[in-house]
């Protein structure tokens, strides 16, 4: 049966001290059962040591972005390799705040989803319209786009070796979350443009959804039967919202479509 994911995205956020608790908070209360992976994306500077303290635990390690170049006189940026040196297994690539403020365009995110794949990490890709764009009814369209770039850049089987991540602008950080219906919709056209390419590939991606998740509306996007987890953003900062989640998903049976 396909596993079902559950991510914690800490944007930049936290310091070592407070760090350390939610970590501490997180590893005692998790119980990891019913076929779920859970996944913590720290700030780069805490990479290295939240990697050592989640060695033998089932927790598993994502960076938030990493550089599309291999190595080299790029000051600031991080690499693929360094992030596979330090223990990641994750990195998320598209996610819409790189998009919007730091000029990650569609190519630029196929770049680094390559970079990624190169290095043998697992690329989990943001995807998601805004509201104008949901409201000039050109969502499926936006998302057909923002996936295929990725598709033709890299390839189908490619593809097959990340996760995607269907989060909605309009819904990060700010409250709102798309409704089941909305979510399962957008997850299935998804799947169907991917489909078009291989339909065992579309088949069997985890799609996960993102955008103002809870524990009050887990479990019923979590039923949807497209939807194979979620991209957690300020609730990840909570280490009980945060289990109560991936306990949401693991009591959550999923829904046939
Ligand atoms: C995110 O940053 O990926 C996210 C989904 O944030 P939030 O849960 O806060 O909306």
Redesign the pocket.
Known sequence: MKQRLVIG?W?MNGDQQTNEMLLKDLLVGMTNGGNLEVAICPPFPYLASIATQLQGRTVGLGAQNLSPATHGAFTGEVSASMLRDIGCRYVLVG?S?RRALFGDTDDVVAQKFAAAIAQELVPVL?VGETMDERRAGITTSVMTKQITTVIKHVGIENLARGVV?Y?PVW????GETASPDQAQAVHRHLREVIGAFDERIARNLQIIY????KPDNAQALFTQPDIDGG??????LDPASFIAICDAITTTPRGTA
């Open positions: 995205n944007k996610h705040e943001c991540a989060e819904a990060i950080g700010t993102g955008g103002s998740l991209l957690v953003g300020g609730a990840s």
